[in-house]
Each structure stands twice: as structure tokens, then as C-alpha cells.
């Protein structure tokens, strides 16, 4: 089955700094990779998502970019915010419409 | 429309009870989701649905069972609760339209002693 890691497991910044978290994925058959966010006590929720058939996707301040060769995918955060501070989970789905969860980054965002 | 609803938010058990988790989804979606969260472990995959009266076993399904009776719920079944399924539960359901967005309930916090 698909094995999706993800790193750093915690990442502190300063507000107004940028943010990458990274995932890798085993499944070269996964073609669709959402990330959530968790705040803290309530429900994860899809922020962005990705599909193979593209590299880069955007949406205001956050970016996801996918390298299917190297099998491995990334969220960015610019001009972070405290309101950002909290679980962001990776996702890879190799098309039978379940999702394989990295274990989560903590991001910390200091005013 | 509410979204997904998860019930009970909260409950105690007694080693040895059982329990079911209720899910109710008003988006008609034809998937549905059972996920445990533990901390530093993500969200893993316990039993799904692709459509009424079909399930399926996920990453960690040994200890519980589930039903989709009807499109709109899915059931989720602990028959002799141990400690060690201590953990939040997710709902979720997806599958609108040919894409596997999925859409989380609030969560369900279970502590077995």
C-alpha cells in the first residue's frame, strides 16, 4: 500500500517568515495529494490540493508543488501568519478515492 | 446543510463495553470515511464505504466493525472496547462529482478504561 512520510514533525517560525513542509510518497500510481489543516481541537480541513497531471498550484499565500519523478511534494506558506499556527497534514491517494495521511507537521507561528 | 455530524462528541467506556459512532452526511456523497487519530500518528484509515450497503477494511480495521445501511449514515462498531482504542475518531465522507475531496465531521473523543 502507499506510505506517505512528512517532515519536520514541528517547525517554529517568525511571523512574516516562510514555511515548507515536505512529503515523500512509495505509490507511483497515487495521482491526487490534498493538504489539511488541523487547528487545534476542531476538524481537519482541505486547504489545497494537487493533481499529477500538475506541477505547481497556488492559492494566495500558500503554494503546493509536486515532482512526480522523485516522488515527493511540498506545501509552502508565505508571510506567515499567527492565525496559520497549527497541524498541516499531507495526503497521496492512488485513485481509489482513499486517502494515505503523512503523520503531520506542528507549525508554530510567533507575532 | 450541515455538513457531517458526529455522535456522540465525547464518551467513556469500560473495558469490555461497546459502543457505536454514529455518522450522518447531508452532501449526498457516495463515500464515507472512518479515521482514528492518535497523537504523533496522523489520521489512519479504519473501514470505508464506496456506496450503501458496501464496506471496506482500511489501514488498522481489527477491533471494529461498521455498516452502511442507508447513503446518508455510516456506523462504526467497537464490540469489546480495549484500552489501546483510546483515540479521537473522524468522519468523513467525499466522492461529489468524481473527486476524493474529503469533508471531516467534528470528531469523536473515546477514552476506554
Known amino acids: 500500500g502507499e506510505n506517505v512520510e512528512q517532515h519536520p514533525s514541528t517547525l517554529s517560525v517568525q511571523e512574516g517568515d516562510s514555511a515548507v513542509i515536505k512529503c515523500t510518497y512509495s505509490d507511483s500510481a497515487s495521482n491526487y495529494f490534498p493538504w489539511y489543516k488541523q487547528e487545534l481541537g476542531k476538524r481537519p480541513q482541505l486547504i489545497i490540493d494537487?493533481?499529477?497531471?500538475?506541477g505547481e498550484k497556488k492559492d494566495q499565500r500558500i503554494a503546493v508543488t509536486l515532482n512526480k519523478t522523485a516522488k515527493h511534494f511540498s506545501l509552502h506558506i508565505t508571510e506567515t501568519q499567527p492565525e496559520d499556527s497549527a497541524v498541516y497534514f499531507c495526503a497521496a491517494s492512488p485513485g481509489s478515492f482513499t486517502l494515505t495521511f503523512g503523520k503531520g507537521t506542528m507549525l508554530l507561528v510567533s507575532p | 446543510n450541515a455538513g457531517v455530524t458526529q455522535t456522540p462528541k465525547f464518551r467513556v467506556l469500560k473495558t469490555g463495553q461497546s459502543m457505536t459512532l454514529l455518522c450522518a452526511q447531508d452532501?449526498?456523497?457516495?463515500?464515507m470515511y472512518w479515521y482514528r487519530q492518535d497523537p504523533g500518528m496522523g489520521l489512519r484509515l479504519i473501514h470505508y464505504?464506496?456506496?450503501?450497503?458496501?464496506?471496506a477494511k482500511g489501514e488498522v480495521p481489527d477491533g471494529y466493525n461498521v455498516s452502511r445501511l442507508k447513503k446518508q449514515n455510516f456506523l462504526l462498531g467497537l464490540e469489546s472496547a480495549a484500552p489501546s482504542q483510546t483515540s479521537v475518531y473522524f468522519c468523513?465522507?467525499?466522492?461529489?462529482?468524481?473527486?476524493?475531496?474529503?469533508?471531516f465531521g467534528a470528531g469523536t473523543r473515546l477514552s476506554v478504561l
Open positions: 468523513a465522507s467525499g466522492g461529489q462529482g468524481g473527486k476524493n475531496i474529503q469533508y
Open positions: 464505504s464506496v456506496g450503501e450497503g458496501t464496506t
Open positions: 452532501m449526498n456523497h457516495e463515500y
Open positions: 494537487i493533481r499529477s497531471n500538475v
